[in-house]
């Protein structure tokens, strides 16, 4: 890969060659019954090194850029490189489009190559203004390797975790909820889903939650029956929940 990128001078990489490099990675060895890979995380990968060793040698010959950033267009597309997320942006503020970001641990991102399947965040690689002006940022998704970073849109494609529910919380999940449910298939990953019908048990003391949740997959529009352990809850429901949950009790 890094011999592929010593002698490109553009900024975009043929697509022939991002289709030759992912079909040779998609057959390794290492990688059977494995995703294959795609164009895209190929020509991702090319872009992070670009920016990365550009980053690099700037900062060993020159003082930080201004606040304004790098500016990196070709061909009348202009982009604007922030350089890496530090951890000190977490406590920065932020308007419009371009949101507030804290620990890349506590997101959860949309990969692109999984039909839109969520994926907890490992680290935020760097960032930029794309062309609609939103924030985009390069993310290494927990459990892949760096190569298989790519650019999301943070106003679109990130997120706070979701959270597991425990056998209390059952009764927080309500039909019409949107929770992220895991689906087991092809390209199994954990998918938006809309709660249509729930199946309420009694909950012995100890005992795991019994009730059946029928989900319906946003992606795809397929439907299942699932247990509460495939479920996770958005934040802001379960925090709604307890907080409900409060105020009953007092």
Not at 40 to 60: D, E, G, M, P
Not at 70 to 89: C, K, N, S
Not at 100 to 111: C, F, H, I, N, Q
Not at 238 to 246: D, K, S
Request: glycine share 6%; aromatic share 8%; charged share 30%.
């Amino acid at each position: 890969m890094e011999e592929k990128l010593k002698p490109r001078t553009t900024s975009h990489p043929d697509r022939v060659l991002m289709r030759e490099l992912a079909l040779k990675f998609s057959e390794s060895r290492g990688r059977v019954g494995t995703t294959p890979v795609t164009p895209k995380q190929v020509l991702n990968w090319f872009r992070y090194r670009r920016y990365y060793k550009s980053n690099k040698k700037a900062a060993a010959t020159k003082a930080p850029p201004p606040a304004t950033g790098i500016q990196a267009g070709q061909q009348g597309r202009e982009l604007t490189v922030i350089g890496p997320v530090r951890r000190q942006d977490a406590g920065s503020s932020s308007t419009g489009n371009n949101p507030r970001l804290g620990d890349p641990t506590s997101y959860e991102a949309k990969k692109s190559a999984c039909d839109g399947a969520w994926y907890d965040v490992d680290d935020f690689l760097t960032r930029r203004l794309g062309e609609s002006g939103d924030l985009e940022v390069m993310v290494h998704y927990s459990r892949f390797e760096v190569e298989e970073a790519e650019w999301i849109n943070a106003r679109t494609s990130l997120r706070q975790r979701s959270l597991p529910c425990n056998t209390k919380e059952c009764e927080a999940v309500k039909p019409r909820d949107t929770v992220l449910c895991y689906k087991l298939s092809e390209q199994s990953g954990r998918y938006d889903a809309i709660v249509d019908r729930i199946i309420r048990k009694v909950h012995d003391s100890g005992a795991p939650c019994d009730c059946r949740f029928l989900v319906r997959y946003v992606h795809d529009r397929s439907e299942e029956y699932v247990a509460l352990r495939k479920l996770c809850l958005r934040p802001e429901m379960l925090r709604a929940w307890h907080e409900q949950q409060n105020e009953t009790n007092n």
